[in-house]
């Protein structure tokens, strides 16, 4: 499935966004998608993931309480409240085909089992 990730954007401290998923020539239905986020100079990070029936989710505990996700028939959305500078990154979604996902030992999200990947698109918080 191909993704395609938007909604990201420029936006002051204390701002919200809303980015959104959708797939090309399909839907969303059967897999869990994740938000993954990637800043310059450090490591890819899980933020969420809803499994494909949405009645799972999960959230990094960096975005707990600030960002939450949500899924209709052809969209997976990431609410964004309260960003911080910290929240700057390029953010992706990924799709997993077993419909549900998979932590660490530590409770983060494995991005191994996420088969597609969408482009990403860039939120940028000032302060």
């Known amino acids: 499935v191909q993704l395609q990730a938007s909604g990201g954007g420029l936006v002051q401290a204390g701002g919200s966004l809303r980015l959104s998923c959708v797939a090309s020539g399909s839907t969303l239905n059967r897999y869990a998608i994740g938000w993954f986020r990637q800043a310059p100079g450090k490591q890819r990070e899980g933020v969420s993931c809803i499994s494909s029936s949405g009645g799972s989710t999960y959230y990094a505990d960096s975005v707990k309480g600030r960002f939450t996700i949500s899924r209709d028939k052809t969209t997976v959305y990431l609410q964004m409240n309260s960003l911080e500078p910290e929240d700057t990154a390029v953010y992706y979604c990924?799709?997993?085909?077993?419909?549900?996902?998979?932590?660490?030992?530590?409770?983060?999200?494995?991005?191994?089992?996420?088969?597609?990947w969408g482009q990403g698109t860039q939120v940028t918080v000032s302060s």
């Open positions: 990924a799709a997993d085909v077993t419909g549900t996902y998979y932590l660490t030992n530590s409770g983060k999200l494995i991005p191994e089992f996420f088969a597609s």
